[in-house]
């Protein structure tokens, strides 16, 4: 009777008054999704009710919309799935100008990188028409002090150094693994200029394949574990002492190694790594456009993107200067930030895991979708990882799994306060 009853209500219900979010796991402070309903009737003079849920997988989302039609109203897709949907005919253009001009905070708030970075995402296409940054970071070396030094993390022959062997964790994610191998494996053309990071990163050749796959081969013999999400805690264990990771996975474990004495750090490779986002999108079958608008305005407001930032850990696009304000940390080096903040932020003293210096930034490029060439790299993962996981992978991950929630539940309770312990 009350399934009966709540499809009833579902069905009545005006559809312009709904708003359908679809976003990543963990990837949003919730308690802002009742102030958006409440922000939005107060701008608009009409009710809408969120119905928020999530996915694990770009591919997931993407399937749903694609084969499915279904009608989200907006999704935050990672930026190689937003250049396929604009290839695809899947993105409704951003209506920016029905917005009122004193709380446009896409407008007032965008990086000039961040601008800079969606033009190149399609090159038919200005991404910025179609969709806005929420959250940015860079693919790098996370490391224990204790038993490697920085010139060893400095390159990505450390994944192969035998010293390191059973102590190394990799992300399991294909395409953010082959970037970075290529660009080092092409390190010495790139420094000749007889290629360009940009390149690299549209080559789906068969022998860019195989050369990457090659090394990953000689990369597998020593490697723990292929890692989604464990490896950060691996490594705040000192069961690893080498994680090829996240920019945002390797903060948290910074911090959270910090506090039990383990000391690690983050870097991005010397030859170049890439840099990813992930942004909000209008697709194709949405219903209500308006508040989709909205709940995008909504995101890039600074007080927003902060707890946003707070509460997932990672880094918002957002190139309002309270944003930069908020994570100076007078202890650290000063790093030149005027490419992502513009004039003013050439010497700002904030963890450059966070927001990577002008030198770094030069290095890293983004990842494009390979379109019909992405079997191939599928399936040379498939190939170089090996079909079966050994015994001491599968006790590491059953370890992992029993410290996970303990974790993620000491995370949630103290991201703030170390946070807030970081401004000085």
Known sequence: MMVALMALCSCTEDRNQVLKVYNWSNYIDESVIPEFEKWYEEQTGEPVRVIYQTFDINETMLAKIEKGHEDFDLVCPSDYIIERMLDNGLLLPLDFASLPEGMNYIKNNRSPYVEKVFREINPGVDANDYSVAYMWGTTGILYNR??????????????????????????????????????????????????????????????????????????????????????????????????????????????????????????????????????????????????????????????????????????????????????????????????????????????????????????????????????????????????????????IICVAFGALAFLVIRKNMTSRKRRSQRKH
């Open 146 to 395: 204790k038993y490697v030094t920085d010139e060893e993390a400095s390159s990505m022959e450390i994944l192969r150094n035998p010293k390191f062997a059973g102590k190394i964790f990799i992300k399991d994610a294909p395409r953010d693994v082959f970037g970075p191998v290529l660009i080092h494996l092409n390190a010495e053309r790139l420094r000749d200029g007889d290629v360009t990071l940009e390149q690299l990163m549209l080559d789906s050749s068969d022998e860019s394949i195989a050369a990457v796959e090659a090394f990953m081969k000689d990369v597998k013999e020593g490697v723990a574990g292929w890692e989604a999400d464990f490896g950060k805690e691996q490594m705040t264990q000192e069961r690893g002492y080498v994680s090829f990771n996240w920019s945002g996975d390797a903060v948290w474990a910074i911090e959270e190694a910090g506090e039990i004495g383990v000391d690690l750090r983050y870097v991005v490779p010397e030859d170049g790594s890439n840099v990813w986002f992930d942004g909000w999108v209008i697709p194709k079958y949405a219903k209500n456009v308006k508040a989709a608008t909205y709940f995008i305005d909504f995101m890039c407001r600074p007080d927003i993107a902060l707890r946003n930032m707070e509460v997932t850990g990672y880094v918002s696009a957002n190139g309002d200067v309270s944003v930069l304000e908020s994570q100076i940390d007078s202890t650290l080096a000063p790093v030149d930030l005027t490419y992502f903040f513009g004039e003013g932020a050439d010497s700002v003293r904030v963890d450059p895991a966070l927001y990577p210096d002008a030198s770094t930034i030069e290095r890293c490029t983004i990842l494009h979708d390979w379109g019909k060439d992405t079997p191939k790299l599928i399936s040379m993962w498939s190939r170089a990882k090996g079909d079966s996981a050994g015994t001491g992978t599968i006790v």
